[in-house]
């Protein structure tokens, strides 16, 4: 036992090593990032300055500290750091002005309090069974609100106004996270057939009110996620592939009923048909990407802002332009760890709750992100989705950084109880001595 705890201490300390390392990496592409953008127009840019200073500086104390508090994933959220302040340093790079990047910190802001609230929210909140309706009820209720007080954007109905020209909500961000949670309580109770078919209908209550909405991107990741998890839950392929059928059919359905959506599909299969309306966006997002390169033209370089919402939905594309394929492809990867030490944490659950729960928050960043870059690369039909973690927007970050927080709150559960295992088996080996 002894020597197996050491193995184990060994273990820990060089994970703890790997992770130093990563993180003054980290901290020495802020740092550098921030202050040669601080310096591009001649003139000192000191909000670009003093964020040179903030990040590297948020990013160590919350490093270094939370894992004392919480034996919390450390990769994760070093990763996770990574990639907030590629999303700063992006678009202070490509903004028309210093407020996209100022907000952008501020969301980023917010959403690591939405972290810690989820980390607290995971350990210490326990009575799911009794909440499911009350979260049903508020998540249906959300949701259609945009239906009522929305406003219409790019053929869809799911913004609500909070104040005009500065501060906007999206609904569907938001319940995504009480999505998880619901469809997670429901698929857990192994002995209730009723409970699971609870969860597909308030799933699919979800989907059919963003058609409603004509919010079609967040309908395919509510959709994708909630065949996912009840495939995961129990295994019956025959009604997971029947629902993948309905969603096909849905889909056809979905390009013969909206307009948006077969200039969406025409503008992907041949953008240079209509290279001045429908297939502008992704002939200008391809060009920004060709013309980056191995390495890249340089931060604060090229024609970023030529490409149609160059800040949310092609912010991929951008920084393609900016830093290059190689640089890319690093950042798809860090996606890739984030997904895979997810679906780590959840495969160590000794409860079926937190296992789906966490499967739920990998399984949406990663359909996210390739949703999203899928588009941008024109590998799939552009969707209504943003780039976790990097792409301009509140709601989309907090959302995001309130999944992370759930998924580090379940890494530090399932530390607590690998740690209350060392220690029962020490007592069990100090009492046969």
Same mark, same amino acid.
């Not at 501020?106 to 909140?125: E, N």
């Not at 849905?250 to 909206?258: D, E, I, Q």
């Not at 109880?417 to 009492?431: I, L, M, N």
């Given at each position: 036992?002894?020597?197996?705890?050491?193995?184990?201490?060994?273990?820990?300390?060089?994970?703890?090593?790997?992770?130093?390392?990563?993180? !003054? /990496?980290?901290?020495?592409?802020?740092?550098?990032?921030?202050?040669?953008?601080?310096?591009?127009?001649?003139?000192?840019?000191?909000?670009?300055?003093?964020?040179?200073?903030?990040? +590297?500086?948020?990013?160590?104390?919350?490093? %270094?500290?939370?894992?004392?508090?919480? %034996?919390i994933?450390?990769?994760?959220?070093?990763?996770?750091?990574?990639?907030?302040?590629?999303?700063?340093?992006?678009?202070?790079?490509?903004?028309?002005?210093?407020?996209?990047?100022?907000?952008?910190? /501020?969301?980023?802001?917010?959403?690591?309090?939405?972290m810690?609230?989820?980390i607290?929210?995971?350990?210490?909140?326990?009575?799911?069974?009794?909440?499911?309706? *009350?979260?049903?009820?508020?998540?249906?209720?959300?949701?259609?609100?945009?239906?009522?007080?929305?406003d219409?954007?790019?053929?869809?109905?799911?913004? /609500?106004?909070?104040?005009?020209?500065?501060?906007?909500?999206? +609904?569907?961000e938001?319940? %995504?996270?009480?999505?998880?949670?619901?469809?997670?309580?429901?698929?857990?109770?192994?002995?209730?057939?009723?409970? %699971?078919?609870?969860? /597909?209908?308030?799933?699919?209550?979800?989907?059919?009110?963003?058609?409603?909405?004509?919010?079609?991107?967040?309908?395919?990741? !509510?959709?994708f996620?909630?065949?996912?998890?009840?495939?995961?839950?129990?295994?019956?392929?025959?009604?997971?592939?029947?629902?993948?059928?309905?969603?096909?059919?849905?889909?056809?359905?979905?390009?013969?009923?909206?307009?948006?959506?077969?200039?969406?599909?025409?503008?992907?299969?041949? +953008?240079?048909?209509? !290279?001045?309306?429908?297939?502008?966006?992704?002939?200008?997002s391809?060009?920004?990407?060709?013309?980056?390169?191995?390495?890249?033209?340089?931060?604060?370089?090229?024609?970023?802002?030529?490409?149609?919402?160059?800040?949310?939905?092609?912010? *991929?594309?951008?920084?393609?332009?900016?830093?290059? !394929?190689?640089?890319?492809?690093?950042?798809?990867?860090?996606?890739v760890?984030?997904?895979?030490r997810?679906?780590?944490?959840?495969?160590?659950?000794?409860?079926?709750?937190?296992?789906?729960?966490a499967?739920?928050?990998?399984?949406?960043?990663?359909?996210?992100?390739?949703?999203?870059?899928?588009?941008?690369?024109?590998?799939?039909?552009l969707?209504?989705?943003?780039? +976790?973690?990097?792409?301009?927007?509140?709601?989309?970050?907090?959302?995001?950084?309130?999944?992370?927080?759930?998924?580090?709150?379940?890494?530090?559960?399932?530390?607590?109880?690998?740690?209350?295992?060392?220690?029962?088996?020490?007592?069990?080996?100090?009492?046969?001595?």
């Amino acid at each position: 036992m002894t020597k197996r705890i050491s193995v184990e201490t060994m273990r820990r300390s060089l994970k703890r090593a790997n992770v130093s390392f990563l993180l !003054y /990496i980290i901290v020495l592409f802020q740092l550098s990032a921030m202050v040669l953008l601080s310096l591009k127009d001649g003139a000192i840019d000191m909000q670009a300055l003093y964020l040179a200073g903030i990040m +590297p500086t948020a990013t160590v104390l919350l490093v %270094k500290l939370l894992p004392k508090i919480w %034996k919390i994933d450390t990769l994760i959220l070093t990763l996770t750091l990574f990639l907030c302040s590629v999303s700063v340093i992006t678009l202070t790079a490509i903004a028309r002005s210093s407020i996209t990047p100022r907000n952008q910190a /501020i969301y980023i802001a917010a959403g690591l309090i939405a972290m810690l609230c989820g980390i607290v929210f995971i350990r210490h909140f326990r009575r799911w069974g009794r909440w499911k309706v *009350f979260f049903m009820v508020c998540s249906l209720g959300f949701i259609a609100l945009p239906l009522v007080i929305g406003d219409w954007h790019d053929g869809a109905k799911n913004w /609500i106004t909070i104040k005009q020209d500065s501060l906007t909500v999206q +609904p569907s961000e938001f319940v %995504k996270l009480s999505l998880a949670v619901v469809l997670a309580s429901c698929l857990s109770e192994r002995q209730s057939r009723a409970m %699971k078919i609870v969860a /597909i209908i308030f799933g699919a209550l979800l989907c059919g009110i963003l058609l409603l909405e004509r919010d079609l991107g967040a309908l395919l990741l !509510y959709f994708f996620l909630t065949v996912i998890l009840y495939f995961l839950a129990t295994s019956n392929a025959f009604v997971s592939l029947l629902g993948l059928a309905a969603g096909a059919a849905g889909s056809v359905g979905a390009y013969y009923m909206f307009a948006h959506v077969r200039r969406r599909v025409v503008a992907w299969r041949n +953008p240079w048909a209509d !290279y001045e309306h429908s297939g502008y966006q992704i002939i200008q997002s391809l060009i920004a990407i060709g013309s980056g390169g191995l390495f890249g033209m340089g931060l604060g370089l090229g024609m970023p802002r030529v490409i149609p919402l160059y800040h949310s939905d092609f912010v *991929f594309a951008a920084i393609c332009e900016q830093f290059g !394929y190689l640089f890319a492809i690093c950042l798809l990867a860090v996606y890739v760890l984030i997904v895979m030490r997810g679906v780590s944490i959840a495969m160590s659950c000794r409860d079926g709750f937190h296992a789906l729960l966490a499967f739920g928050i990998v399984t949406m960043l990663g359909l996210q992100t390739l949703l999203i870059v899928g588009g941008n690369i024109r590998l799939i039909p552009l969707t209504g989705v943003t780039l +976790p973690f990097i792409a301009s927007g509140g709601s989309s970050m907090v959302s995001c950084m309130g999944g992370i927080g759930l998924l580090l709150g379940i890494s530090s559960l399932n530390a607590d109880q690998d740690a209350d295992d060392v220690r029962r088996a020490e007592w069990q080996e100090a009492d046969a001595a």
